[in-house]
């Protein structure tokens, strides 16, 4: 049957072709959702988390550079501590 149109190919029913596609057309829908909407709230997550870590580093920097030795002189009545203040 070379000169006939393929007849199978076209008989089964539209529906009965897409029962599996319909099936999972609301999980991809869901999922194409999910996966935007959790790329954002993990950025805002970083900015917020690497906001703090620039602060902290910068304070650690400005720490850093605090003159500690220009501090008067004190005297502590613990002998446990006088290295500590320079008796």
């Known amino acids: 049957m ?9 008989a089964v029913p539209e529906p009965d072709l897409l029962v599996e596609a319909r099936q999972q057309r609301w999980p991809m829908f869901l999922s194409t959702l999910l996966v935007p909407l959790s790329i954002l709230v993990l950025q805002k997550l970083a900015g917020r988390l690497s906001r703090d870590l620039k602060r902290l580093a910068a ?3 400005a ?8 501090g008067p002189r004190l005297r502590s009545l613990a002998w446990e501590c006088a290295p500590w203040f320079g008796r």
């Open 63 to 70: 720490m850093g550079g605090f003159p500690f030795e220009a």
């Open 59 to 61: 304070d650690a920097s």
């Open 2 to 10: 070379p000169g006939q149109p393929p007849y199978l190919a076209v």
